[in-house]
């Protein structure tokens, strides 16, 4: 589904104010797709009906403007913000007002922000901080060299292109300096982010932004703010006597960055050029580019090859899938899937335009995952939501629990079973592919047709290219080759693909751990923790990220909605969505409890037929 598609199929669900005009252009847009929420402001899509350009529209009401200091700090935010023009800023597009609302138009950020990016990763290795930073403190420089303090610089403020380009935004709290040496002294700032000297009212600078860079470097390696406590009393005290502490897994060029970033004088912390030049920048492997599916998976970092460097993993010995030969095992699987159970998932994902990154040879750390694979969690969080009979509450806030920014970065979008013989073959919303076998090992094939990635029994990963893959791999490329192709060329995947990324070759992905099939669904778990459940009667789904204590509920038309769980059992949901909630969280204890009955690819399991309505 194209963008305009996408902005069209949200605009027929609203039931007013689909189109936005300004009132002094006559400009039309369309509103489309709802973004978010944060403070006094909206954010839908808003494509222009004239250029079909897209854009972020942050809708504010002016109900909400009431008072001076609203309307002047809402001024404010938008001289600052259209002044700046830099690659590291998002970009600002116009403004304009009616009678009800400011809309100000915005550069897209399709992947959100470094606070979902730590949610779903909790830590960073050390090279993807240096891209993330470089990126920050160019912005930074750029915005102090036109005498911008941003003042909340934070996580949540820091956003991400398709690309992965780096974009600070949201200038709320931004302030101009007006004449050298001129100290501001308002105090603002967000807790886990603020600068002592803000917290002493001595009077505040461009430093300010230094400190707060020195907290998102530290909450990217180590997974949470270095001051952060339960009370912001607490937390304000804590900074106030510099009081951190920085765990021995973080490499001294690091430690030693962050120490200088958090000095409790001002005058003694680096300016953006010196942190630029900085030893922690060139102490280990600087990636230009990243790929997509660092937002979720660690990547394989790698440095060039030598005359001494290997270039990968070496392969590991394992049983073949079946003992006939490779063109007879192909040929029985064409001629077979023909009648193997199929399915499809639908939703739209704009592709990434990132440049490659150079050939390397391979040096990784996977993460350290819960050995349930946040099973555990999963139930936690269903059962704490289902606790609040969320169908129960009134439909008029349902919209409130609504949290599209939760959306889960990789689905199954298409499956194909051939379990009696082979195993489960499977296309994930990047167009890479996939198939746990029934011998228990995986093996995918990366969006690029090119980088495989292996998996035997016993979890240990090996990573090739397809056109050198070693001769244990043969038969199950081969395999993987032939469920490939049946998916591309019999099963329909409404949505936009995610095309092949340049930076695939670092890539790592999710994998299928287990799955089952019910007389009402098929049950699919990831290696990322996400729950998948696909229902055969009316088509729906439901995806369940347990990082994101959220789930994306996919109805019988096709409609894609994600909505943080916490705030379901808060707002309410349809009962439509409450019962597949019920249903996902059977099937977690099944997983759970049962894990002997599902281990083995195409069991089914026997359920509860009053769990679906």
């Known amino acids: 589904m194209s963008t305009k598609d996408r902005i069209r199929t949200a605009a027929s669900d609203s039931d007013a104010d689909t189109y936005i005009v300004d009132p002094k252009t006559r400009k039309t847009y369309l509103k489309g797709q709802f973004l978010g929420k944060g403070g006094f402001a909206r954010c839908y899509e808003l494509m222009d009906m004239t250029t079909k350009e897209v854009f972020a529209g942050k809708i504010v009401s002016k109900s909400l403007l009431t008072k001076q200091h609203q309307k002047e700090k ?23 007002e009616d009678s009800e609302s400011v809309y100000v138009l915005l550069e897209i950020c399709r992947r959100r922000s470094l606070m979902e990016l730590r949610k779903r990763r909790r830590v960073l290795a050390e090279a993807e901080v240096r891209y993330y930073m470089k990126q920050i403190l160019l912005g930074c420089q750029y915005l102090h060299g036109v005498k911008v303090i941003h003042r909340d610089l934070k996580l949540g403020n820091i956003f991400l292109d398709d690309g992965l380009i780096l974009k600070i935004g949201d ?4 302030a101009k300096i007006n004449y050298e040496g001129e100290r501001k002294r308002t105090l603002c700032g967000t807790p886990n982010y603020i600068a002592p000297e803000i917290l002493n009212k001595k009077g505040h600078s461009y430093e300010v932004d230094l400190w707060s860079i020195g907290c998102i470097m530290y909450t990217l390696l180590v997974g949470k703010p270095p001051f952060e406590t339960k009370s ?39 300016a953006t050029q010196t942190v630029l030049n900085d030893p922690f920048f060139s102490a280990g492997f600087a990636p230009t580019r990243l790929p997509l599916s660092c937002l979720t998976m660690a990547p394989r970092f790698y440095e060039k090859k030598t005359a001494t460097s290997t270039s990968g993993l070496p392969p590991k010995p394992l049983s073949l899938v079946n003992k006939d030969g490779c063109g007879m095992v192909a040929g029985h699987l064409k001629r077979a899937l023909s009648s193997a159970t ?10 990434s335009s990132a440049p490659p990154l150079p050939p390397t040879a391979t040096e990784f750390s996977p993460c350290t995952e819960p050995s ?7 139930l936690c969080q269903l059962s704490d939501c ?4 969320p169908e129960k509450k009134s439909s008029k806030q349902w919209d409130e629990a609504e949290d599209p920014a939760s959306q889960p970065i990789y689905w199954i979008s298409k499956w194909v079973d051939y379990s009696d013989k082979y195993g489960l073959g499977y296309q994930l919303s990047d167009n890479s592919v996939g198939v746990l076998f029934n011998d228990n090992t995986r093996i995918l094939l990366a969006a690029d047709g090119e980088n495989l990635h292996y998996i035997d029994r016993d ?8 056109s050198q893959r070693p001769e244990h791999l043969k038969k199950k490329v081969t395999l993987l080759n032939y469920y490939s192709d049946y998916m591309s060329d019999h099963l329909l995947k409404t949505g936009a693909a995610m095309g092949p990324k340049e930076g695939d070759e670092i890539a790592r992905l999710p994998h299928l751990r287990s799955w089952f099939r019910t007389h009402n669904a098929i049950v699919l778990h990831l290696s990322l923790g996400i729950l998948q459940i696909n229902f055969f009667r009316d088509h729906t789904k439901i995806i369940v990220c347990p990082r994101m204590g959220a789930v994306s509920y996919i109805d019988e038309k096709s409609r894609f909605r994600t909505y943080r769980l916490s705030d379901v059992g808060q707002y309410g949901c349809s009962k439509e969505l409450a ?19 599902v281990k083995g690819p195409g069991k089914m399991v026997k359920e509860p037929e009053e769990l679906i309505q």
Do not use: C, W
């Open 74 to 96: 809402m001024s404010m935010e938008i001289a600052v913000h259209r002044s700046l023009n830099h690659e590291n800023i998002v970009g600002f597009h116009g403004y304009f």
């Open 171 to 174: 200038f709320g709290l931004a």
């Open 232 to 270: 912001f009393e607490e937390t304000y005290s804590r900074i106030k006597r510099n009081d951190y502490f920085i765990p021995p897994k973080v490499s001294p060029a690091a430690q030693s960055l962050i120490v200088r970033l958090l000095r409790s004088d001002p005058s003694e912390r680096p």
């Open 342 to 351: 199929t399915t499809t998932t639908a939703v739209s994902v704009k592709p």
């Open 372 to 378: 349930d694979y946040f099973l555990s969690d999963l």
């Open 386 to 389: 289902l606790k609040k009979e």
């Open 459 to 466: 979890g240990h990963e090996e990573f090739h290219m397809r």
């Open 579 to 597: 019962s597949r909630l019920d249903y996902g969280r059977v099937m977690v204890e099944r997983l759970m409890g049962n894990a002997a009955a």
